[in-house]
């Protein structure tokens, strides 16, 4: 009976006494900000910076160097007009692109016939570097806004295809039997459940998109253009102007950056029934 009693007393708590805490509480309690984490790595970027050009790396340009030209960019108007031709550009050929793919993504993943037609050419031109297609659009069609947007158009279009393919694949089949139980029609369940199922793959393929939009732009913006990060990075770079190419770069790395947030966060307003870690 003794045994008894000091068994249960040892695993019971003295009154008074608070419980430890669990192992998720306390990961949850030491968990950093992402905030301050990003912020503590922008600190560490920009000292690793200006140590390297402190030492002369490679002639590379100081952060102050780069601050100061960027505010004689912004004072005549220089960067805020290349900024926003590219961004115009990029949204241009990214929201055509993106429109196009999702279309013929759940096309493909829903229909096989459309799928065995189509994806020979997708696997196709997947291979073929947008920028390979530069003269191309060129010849084709003059040296206007149309190949540059074209060709930006293209490479958001074959990263955003696949994914939306891949995601319509890739629905649960029980979920779509279930839903034929329960006397949904076709429509009703790519609606209900298609859609709702393949939105996490096709906003992941819209940000992959978006990042080889912006990583055409620099050679789309060569195609007889007179404004726009890409052309004023090509034309520093004739005059060996590297505080102008640094600026170009930040604003690019800036503006895609900030899309790319938007996208992740319309990616949490659509898949709230998502378990996230």
Same mark, same amino acid.
């Given at each position: 009976m003794d045994v008894i009693t000091t068994g249960k007393a040892a695993a019971e708590p003295a009154t008074g006494t608070p419980?430890?805490?669990?192992?998720?509480?306390?990961?949850?309690?030491?968990?950093?900000?992402?905030?301050?984490?990003? =912020?503590?790595?922008?600190? #560490?970027?920009?000292?690793?910076? +200006?140590? %390297?050009?402190?030492?002369?790396? /490679?002639?590379?340009? *100081?952060?102050?160097?780069?601050?100061?030209?960027?505010?004689?960019? =912004?004072?005549?108007?220089? #960067?805020?007009?290349?900024?926003? +031709?590219? %961004?115009?550009?990029?949204?241009? /050929?990214?929201?055509? *692109?993106?429109?196009?793919?999702?279309?013929l993504g759940f096309l493909m993943g829903w229909y096989p016939v459309v799928r065995g037609l189509c994806e020979p050419y997708i696997q196709f031109f997947r291979t073929i570097p947008p920028l390979?297609?530069?003269?191309?659009?060129?010849?084709?069609?003059?040296?206007?806004?149309?190949?540059?947007?074209?060709?930006?158009?293209?490479a958001a279009f074959l990263s955003s295809v696949v994914a939306t393919f891949q995601g319509v694949v890739d629905v649960d089949r029980t979920l779509i039997d279930a839903a034929r139980v329960l006397g949904a029609g076709d429509w009703t369940i790519f609606r209900k459940v298609v859609i709702p199922a393949s939105t996490p793959f096709i906003l992941v393929g819209m940000r992959i998109g978006l990042g080889s939009a912006w990583a055409t732009v620099v050679a789309a913006e060569l195609i007889?253009?007179?404004?726009?990060?890409?052309?004023?990075?090509?034309?520093?770079?004739?005059?060996?102007?590297?505080?102008?190419?640094?600026?170009?770069?930040?604003?690019i790395g800036v503006l895609g950056l900030v899309m790319d947030r938007l996208l992740l966060l319309a990616e949490r307003r659509l898949t709230t029934w998502q378990e996230r870690r």
């Open positions: 419980a430890a805490p669990t192992r998720p509480q306390a990961a949850r309690r030491r968990r950093v900000p992402p905030l301050v984490l990003n =912020l503590i790595a922008l600190a #560490l970027g920009l000292g690793v910076w +200006a140590l %390297l050009a402190s030492r002369g790396v /490679g002639d590379l340009p *100081g952060p102050v160097a780069v601050g100061r030209r960027a505010g004689e960019m =912004l004072g005549d108007g220089t #960067l805020e007009g290349d900024m926003l +031709a590219s %961004l115009r550009r990029v949204f241009t /050929g990214f929201a055509l *692109g993106t429109a196009l793919a999702v279309a390979a297609l530069i003269p191309l659009a060129i010849v084709l069609m003059g040296i206007g806004e149309t190949p540059k947007i074209f060709v930006i158009f293209l007889a253009a007179q404004e726009g990060l890409g052309f004023r990075m090509q034309h520093a770079e004739t005059y060996y102007d590297l505080d102008t190419i640094f600026v170009g770069l930040i604003a």
